[in-house]
């Protein structure tokens, strides 16, 4: 069985500050894991993903996320927010990166303040 | 046009409509799903389809009717739909079934069931 909780529905930060989105998972597995970003009208789109590599993954546009087996979290990272970050995150998990049997998160909405 | 587009991008209809929603992806891609996301629920993952056949039916009730004529399209046939199936329905296609984080995502449509 696998789970993933995705601590805060929503997160406000001013611009130039830095954004820390939390993710648990829970997996019976080594999972693989994944933070998609879903701007307002747009498909989801992949920032970046662990796949049992490097425990620190970074993405596009400056994310970055580390994997922490003995905390069980796969929290998202960026040391300075843009206006463009603004938009839903979604953490991901599955049993060894295959679409089945994936998890999604129920989001965080990011707002960046001027 | 490139990658994955959805049509209608909304639409609303009474529980005794009939309907359809089209997908169409621009990538060479051979597999194809259809995601439910409803308000603050995770996505569900609703079918998948691979080389035009249908590989993976998530429960999904008989009043969603999917359809893959070819690679190219999917389409999700609606009919006698309940207010709880209001939703954003997400299209995804994937070079072949395999990483989930392979799969581009369409803007998706925008349902309302009245």
């Known amino acids: 069985a696998q789970s993933v909780t995705q601590l805060d529905s929503h997160v406000s930060v001013s611009e130039g500050t830095p954004v820390l989105l939390r993710c648990n998972y829970s997996?019976?597995?080594?999972?693989?894991l994944f933070w998609y970003v879903q701007h307002p009208n747009k498909g989801l789109q992949l920032l970046l993903k662990?796949?049992?590599?490097?425990?620190l993954v970074k993405g596009i546009n400056g994310f970055e996320a580390e994997f922490k087996k003995s905390e069980t979290s796969f929290h998202l990272t960026k040391p300075s927010a843009h206006m463009s970050d603004a938009a839903e995150y979604f953490c991901?998990?599955?049993?060894?990166?295959?679409?089945?049997?994936?998890?999604f998160g129920t989001g965080t909405k990011l707002q960046v303040i001027p | 046009e490139t990658g994955v587009t959805q049509t209608p991008r909304h639409l609303v209809m009474g529980m005794t409509n009939k309907k359809s929603l089209k997908c169409e992806q621009h990538?060479?891609?051979?597999?194809m799903y259809w995601y439910k996301q409803s308000a603050k629920k995770p996505l569900e993952l609703m079918f998948v389809?691979?080389?035009?056949?249908?590989?993976e039916n998530n429960s999904v009730p008989s009043r969603f009717s999917p359809e893959c004529p070819n690679s190219s399209h999917l389409f999700l046939h609606l009919h006698t739909l309940q207010p709880e199936d209001s939703a954003l329905y997400l299209c995804?296609?994937?070079?072949?079934?395999?990483?989930?984080?392979?799969?581009?995502f369409g803007p998706g449509t925008r349902l309302t069931v009245l």
């Open positions: 995804a296609s994937s070079q072949d079934l395999g990483e989930v984080a392979t799969q581009y």
């Open positions: 997996s019976s597995y080594s999972p693989s």
């Open positions: 662990y796949t049992s590599a490097a425990t």
């Open positions: 991901v998990v599955t049993p060894s990166g295959g679409y089945q049997k994936v998890t």
């Open positions: 990538l060479g891609h051979n597999a």
């Open positions: 389809y691979n080389f035009k056949e249908q590989t």
